[in-house]
């Protein structure tokens, strides 16, 4: 027995247009820009960045691990203190 499917809307099967997005031309770019600097807010972040201090991005995985910079700092002490002497830095030193 043949059954018989129901025909599909028109405006289902209509596709939409695809809109091509518009390509920034070379002449459209200005050479320089100059930027209103008395606009400009202070970076919030640049109190809690004492004298000294690196900025680290860790991996998605890896700041998963840890719930805050102290949490990671201990880690990274016990990792220095197991160490061997040779390998670990002088304090007071700087490496450039």
């Known amino acids: 027995m043949l059954v018989r499917r129901q025909p ?6 209509k596709k939409i247009p695809n809109r091509k ?4 031309r070379a002449h459209d ?3 320089e820009y100059h930027f209103d600097y008395s606009a400009a807010k202070p970076n ?5 960045m004492s004298e000294g201090t690196v ?7 890896v700041a998963a ?5 102290q949490a990671v700092n201990s880690f990274l002490r ?7 002497e040779s390998r ?5 030193l700087t490496r450039r």
């Open 8 to 13: 599909r809307s028109a405006e289902t099967m």
């Open 29 to 31: 770019l200005k050479a």
């Open 55 to 61: 900025a680290v991005v860790l991996e998605p995985d």
């Open 88 to 92: 670990t830095p002088k304090r007071g």
């Open 78 to 84: 016990s990792v220095i203190s197991a160490m061997p």
């Open 21 to 24: 997005k518009s390509k920034t």
């Open 65 to 69: 691990v840890f719930k805050s910079s």
């Open 44 to 48: 919030r972040f640049a109190a809690a």
